[in-house]
T-cell receptor, first 112, second 113 residues
Framework: DTGVSQNPRHKITKRGQNVTFRCDPI?????LYWYRQTLGQGPEFLTY????????KSRLLSDRFSAERPKGSFSTLEIQRTEQGDSAMYLC??????????FGEGSRLTVL | AQSVTQLDSQVPVFEEAPVELRCNYS??????LFWYVQYPNQGLQLLLK??????LVKGINGFEAEFNKSQTSFHLRKPSVHISDTAEYFCAARRGSQGNLIFGKGTKLSVKP
């Protein structure tokens, strides 16, 4: 499968714990995006990278959230001191420059 | 700020009937417009996109959309739906080629036999 891969697909954690999600984009894609989707809402933009550079961050990305793409390939999204409001589906997408975004199947986070 | 409004949260329709899912955008600058589909437990898949040129855009699975600049709309249509079209549909806009995608809240299409 050469699509966008995300793991874990599901994560249940207790409030206050840290969690990390990983995204492996389509190999030749230089752009990588993170979105968050909650029930009844469309995906909301969090941040995006061009190669290893983080070019834009949404106001939704509080200081408890950090994203990295150290070698311009895979990316991680870490949430520190999780809160119940962080429960959502975290979506990753990749693209070639300004081309079509290809989405992964998402990582669902449940904070108890 | 740019925004995307999907006017219907749920659209029930019978199989083989036509359907229109409505989308309006707000932007004072040129935008690129997209429709994505999300089947249960799957990722978002691009249905079609408008970048420039002809205002009628054809996509996969028999869907099409028409860009209407004067009404700032990009409604999605299909002349005859199938049970397999049951899914959630998202309209999205992008300002130019460099910006990120802004999504609407989605419309759940439910096709009944």
């Amino acid at each position: 499968d050469t699509g966008v891969s995300q793991n874990p697909r599901h994560k249940i954690t207790k409030r206050g714990q840290n969690v990390t999600f990983r995204c492996d984009p389509i190999s030749e894609h230089n752009r990588l995006y993170w979105y968050r989707q909650t029930l009844g809402q469309g995906p909301e933009f969090l941040t995006y990278f061009q190669n290893e550079a983080q070019l834009e961050k949404s106001r939704l990305l509080s200081d408890r959230f950090s994203a990295e793409r150290p070698k311009g390939s895979f990316s991680t999204l870490e949430i520190q001191r999780t809160e119940q409001g962080d429960s959502a589906m975290y979506l990753c997408a990749s693209s070639l420059a300004d081309g079509e975004l290809f989405f992964g199947e998402g990582s669902r986070l449940t904070v108890l | 700020a740019q925004s995307v409004t999907q006017l219907d949260s749920q659209v029930p329709v019978f199989e083989e009937a036509p359907v229109e899912l409505r989308c309006n955008y707000s932007s004072s600058v040129s935008v690129y417009l997209f429709w994505y589909v999300q089947y249960p437990n799957q990722g978002l898949q691009l249905l079609l996109k408008y970048l420039s040129g002809s205002t009628l855009v054809k996509g996969i699975n028999g869907f099409e959309a028409e860009f209407n600049k004067s009404q700032t709309s990009f409604h999605l249509r299909k002349p005859s739906v199938h049970i397999s079209d049951t899914a959630e549909y998202f309209c999205a806009a992008r300002r130019g080629s460099q910006g990120n995608l802004i999504f609407g809240k989605g419309t759940k299409l439910s096709v009944k036999p």
